[in-house]
């Protein structure tokens, strides 16, 4: 997960005077492991960029370098795939593979800061948050990720050596919200990670 204060927030513990809030367990990667991979990803930077994921703009929000470990696991009998990350609260990304070859996805909610809309009634159907003295600008407002590891494992006698691949980070509008009466962060933009990984554990 790649931009920081939602992915952060969805990571930490939050610990308040004397109340602890529980973080769950990180989710258990389904049928066979293939193998506990800690990955890596630079960003590939291109000027079509979702403009909070651009490092020149005062609303970045996207980390780089990002990291993280994960386990993918294959559902014998077929092509199923899944991708798990080792951490609270993250989804499973589920998709295909073809041998070696994976193609996974997970969506989710996320808020993203620094935004422009432009009406007051996009701002309401955006559900978005504005500061008092800037009701269009510097807003933050919900979007739906979609996040797709794509790339292949690196076989070796008994199992898998590593990965290399791309993660593609695509920003869609939440359900029941068209352009053009959007925010400007809800518009549909990617951006995206040269991915690899490097193997910890086996199945």
Do not use: W
Not at 53 to 67: E, K, L
Not at 104 to 119: E, I, K, Q, R, W
């Amino acid at each position: 997960m790649a931009l920081r204060l939602p992915v952060a927030a969805l990571c930490a513990l939050l610990i308040c005077g004397c109340e602890i809030y529980a973080v769950p367990d990180p989710v258990v990667c389904p049928d066979v492991q293939q193998g506990i991979f800690n990955f890596t990803g630079n960003r590939v930077v291109l000027p079509t960029d979702c403009f909070f994921a651009q490092p020149a703009n005062p609303a970045n929000q996207v980390s780089n370098p990002i990291a993280f470990p994960a386990t993918i696991s294959f559902i014998p009998g077929g092509n199923e795939a899944a991708l798990c990350k080792a951490l609270p609260h993250a989804r499973p990304s589920v998709g295909t593979h073809d041998g070696p070859t994976i193609d996974v996805a997970s969506s989710f909610t996320l808020t993203v800061n620094g935004c422009t809309c432009p009406s007051t009634a996009a701002v309401a159907a955006g559900k978005c948050s504005c500061p008092p003295g800037s009701p269009l600008q510097n807003c933050s407002c919900p979007a739906l990720l979609e996040q797709r590891t794509q790339g292949a494992l690196q076989p070796v006698p008994g199992g898998y050596s590593g990965f290399t691949g791309v993660l593609l980070n695509t920003v869609i509008p939440p359900p029941g919200l068209a352009p053009p009466d959007v925010c400007d962060c809800q518009r549909t933009c990617s951006y995206s990670y040269d991915l690899a990984a490097t193997v910890v554990g086996t199945r």
